[in-house]
């Protein structure tokens, strides 16, 4: 006879499910109330419906124009990103000590940009990227290269861009390494006893045992750089005019400058069911291609 089971250890993940149940779900009921409704002020609200969102989905009003500009730079940031830091995570995994004092020093040196708050980088790269104080700056229009993030988009871009990848990509070399960690040598005195090159264990070896950490780190970057409004916001403020405007920063102004709750709102839900979306389908198709090659 099986020995029953005690479902009274679920009690004890009940204040558990309330604290989530007030810190998220109640917040997020509240920004839907809003998102259908609109206010004069005085906390005096009316119905709306639908049609925040239809005028956010309609990219010939000025609401919806203003969000389609923003999401394709949020788009294009995060594909620049994606594009950067995975490659160059995993360069710097496979160029990392396996053992020794040295693996200890490099892991400390890589987690040190991840402690750094996401206001203090912004504030680093604000005066390290400035024309007049600051160093970067300095260099390289020294070089004869026109550089000035506060007046030129170009300018701009590089270097939210460049300021990102410093700061995360040591995230996907800790991922990629600790991939790499987890192969046997068995795996590589096979290769060097066929004669492999360094290349084709890479791709035969390395690559196939890092492709779950890679698909953690695809998605990690992907939200993180898709959501991404403290460091820009820092920086540039969201320009040279609206250049670097991405749609945490547009929310933000219609929000708090704006005071338009309706409208931000229904753009707040609206982005966030793009980053699950959008989180679905890569996990979905690198789960597939995984089991593929399985």
Known sequence: MDKPINQGAWLLVLPVLLIVAFSAIVPLMTVVNYSVQDTFGNNQFFWNGIGWYQELLDPTSDLGGRFFDALW??????????????????????????????????????????????????????????????????????????????????????????????????????????????????????????????????????????????LIAVLLRFMDSFMIYTEPFVVTGGGPGNSTTFVSIDLVKLALGQFDLGKAAALSIVYNLIILAVCWVFYTVMTRMDAQRN
């Open 73 to 214: 730079r949020n788009l294009l940031f995060s594909f620049l990103i994606l594009a950067i830091e995975v490659p160059l995570g995993i360069a710097v995994a496979l160029s990392m000590p396996r053992d020794g004092w040295r693996v200890a020093a490099t892991l400390v040196v890589l987690a040190l940009p991840l402690l750094i708050p996401w206001n203090v980088v912004g504030t680093i790269w604000q005066i390290f990227a400035r024309e007049d104080i600051g160093l970067l700056g300095w260099v390289v229009n020294r070089l004869g290269i026109p550089y000035n993030y506060t007046a030129d988009p170009l300018s701009a871009w590089v270097t939210i861009v460049t300021m990102d990848v410093w700061h995360w990509t040591s995230l996907v070399a800790l991922l990629c390494y600790a991939g790499l960690r987890s192969i046997p040598d068995a795996f590589y005195q096979a290769a060097r006893i066929d004669g492999a090159s360094q290349w084709a264990i890479f791709r035969n070896i390395q690559l196939p045992k890092m492709h779950r950490v890679l």
